[in-house]
């Protein structure tokens, strides 16, 4: 059991690339969702997923889609990246009980 | 707007010195308060969940209380090794969104 997973773990970009973040939790949650955390803000939530093929907006989605085709996958995805977009990403799930449940992170830098 | 307001920013204790941490909340609705410990580098861990205003729940030398309007998390006899990052979030409902504090910084020093 691995419970949240996520790939990769630290990536560079530079201004405008793109790239996927990806997220598999094996916990048959229903609820998954996709945070950053910057130093003196806290998690933010930028989107989040009730169920398979459902997504939603949360606090801060600019510039980030999200894909969840199967129950146990959420992509985060960033179409042009910028550099206030470093920061660390947390994806976390949740089922009956509504605490979340968090992966190890993902550390990116823009230059 | 679901608020949540952590205090101390950062605290440091000898080790053996107990403390409390401090979570202020306003949510419309609360079904939860949580906390976490979290460690440099890593996600945050899942410590307690909170119901109900006179709640309490422990593990080891932690023991976590709800009011009505904040949580207190209390530290008996630390160790270095409770050193972390401690954050408290709320749930009000609904889809599941969870508001988070920024966290307090414990440091406890052999």
């Known amino acids: 059991n691995a419970g949240v997973t996520q790939t990769p773990k630290f990536r560079v970009l530079k201004t405008g690339q793109s790239m996927t973040l990806l997220c598999a939790q094996d916990m048959n949650h229903e609820y998954m969702y996709w945070y950053r955390q910057d130093p003196g803000m806290g998690l933010r939530l930028i989107h989040y997923s009730v169920g398979e093929g459902t997504t939603a907006k949360g606090e801060v989605p600019d510039g980030y889609n999200v894909s969840r085709l199967k129950k146990q996958n959420f992509l985060l995805g960033l179409e042009s990246a910028a550099p206030s977009q470093t920061s660390v990403y947390f994806c976390a799930s949740s089922g009956t009980t509504p605490a979340p449940f968090f992966g190890p992170g993902t550390r990116l830098t823009v230059l | 707007e679901d608020q949540v307001t952590q205090s101390p920013e950062a605290l440091r204790l000898q080790e053996g010195e107990s403390s409390s941490l401090n979570c202020s909340y306003t949510?419309?609705?609360?079904?939860?308060l949580f906390w976490y410990r979290q460690d440099p580098g890593k996600g945050p861990e899942f410590l307690f969940t909170l119901y109900s205003a006179g709640e309490e729940k422990e593990k080891e030398r932690l023991k976590a209380t709800l009011t009505k309007k904040e949580s207190f998390l209390h530290i008996t006899a630390p160790k270095p090794e409770d050193s972390a990052t401690y954050l408290c979030?709320?749930?009000?409902?609904?889809?599941?969104?969870?508001?988070f504090g920024t966290g307090t910084k414990l440091q406890v020093i052999p």
């Open positions: 979030a709320v749930h009000p409902g609904g889809y599941q969104k969870v508001t």
């Open positions: 949510v419309s609705g609360l079904r939860g």
